[in-house]
């Protein structure tokens, strides 16, 4: 049974730093997408960014681009999002979502979500 499950939320000022994790079990990833999505107050989930786990391609959507990034740790079966000089807009629940290739932007293509954790960012 595959399992994604979140964490490194919290409460950060206008300009600080996050690193969210997301630890994935269940199954062998490679060959998986692993996509980061978001979901502000009263809007839709859109996609952050992602990353293909076996080649460690990467993609961003063009509101974070420079700011946030996807990376893997393959032995800890582990995909992180590092975000700095973060914005009160980024204020959303942050999902971690996997899918077979290719890392796609659509959230209903994904299979398997995380339960999600609250990122607010005060001004």
């Known amino acids: 049974q595959v399992q994604l499950v979140e964490s490194g939320g919290g409460l950060v000022q206008a300009g600080g730093s996050l690193r969210l994790s997301c630890a994935a079990s269940?199954?062998?990833?490679?060959?998986?997408?692993m996509a980061w999505f978001r979901q502000p107050p009263g809007k839709e989930r859109e996609f952050v960014g992602g990353?293909?786990?076996?080649?460690?391609?990467?993609s961003y959507a063009d509101s974070v681009k420079g700011r946030f990034t996807v990376s893997r740790d393959n032995a800890k079966n582990t995909v992180y999002l590092q975000m700095i000089s973060l914005k009160p807009e980024d204020t959303a629940v942050y999902y971690c979502?996997?899918?077979?290739?290719?890392?796609?932007?659509?959230?209903?293509?994904?299979?398997?979500w995380g339960q999600g954790t609250q990122v607010t960012v005060s001004s």
């Open positions: 990353i293909s786990w076996s080649i460690g391609s990467t």
């Open positions: 269940g199954r062998s990833f490679s060959g998986y997408s």
């Open positions: 979502a996997a899918k077979r290739v290719p890392l796609v932007s659509v959230p209903a293509l994904y299979n398997y």
